[in-house]
């Protein structure tokens, strides 16, 4: 049997109990099949970065999974027929992770010292302290370096007279 890492997302509409009753649902389906699931995670209502199905938000659920190739596509076969299930996503994996995975774990903001909020090293100057060089004033016209001299309309616009 492979090893897997199952991701759905359900409709926002759903409450957490719903979620948990597919959650069921789903590992039923693998072990009817002769698979087993470990870890399962349920990472909350999140916001979706655009709309699936005409939704904003969607649960995250995590399921690890132990079980024989048919059992995932049987899994994936309902999934897609449910309305309940936005999306899902199967990754076939060496080994389990151990413990909480990377969405579960805390950010950890020690790592950033002891600065004030702005305090940033910006080199030996900051941006007021730019060397402005030998530079003498500057006109609107002399972007490029030169005096174009004065702008005449293009022949053939509306301008000219012609329509």
Do not use: C
């Amino acid at each position: 049997m492979a090893l897997y890492e199952h991701v759905f997302l359900a409709r926002q509409d759903l409450s957490q109990q719903q979620v948990d009753a597919l959650v069921e649902h789903y590992k039923g389906v693998i072990e009817a099949n002769g698979g087993s699931v470990g870890r399962v995670e349920n990472w909350g209502l999140k916001s979706l970065t655009y709309r699936v199905k005409k939704n904003r938000k969607a649960y995250y659920t995590l399921m690890d999974i132990n079980a024989p190739a048919a059992a995932v596509k049987e899994v994936e076969r309902q999934e897609g027929l449910s309305e309940d299930v936005l999306r899902f996503l199967t990754i076939k994996v060496e080994a389990h992770e151990e413990g909480p995975s990377a969405m579960m774990q805390k950010r950890d903001r020690d790592d950033r010292g002891d600065r004030p909020f702005g305090d940033r090293d910006r080199g030996p100057r900051s941006f007021g302290d730019r060397d402005r060089g030998d530079r003498g004033p500057r006109s609107f016209g002399d972007r490029d370096g030169g005096d174009r001299g004065p702008r005449r309309p293009r022949e053939g616009g509306f301008e000219g007279g012609q329509a």
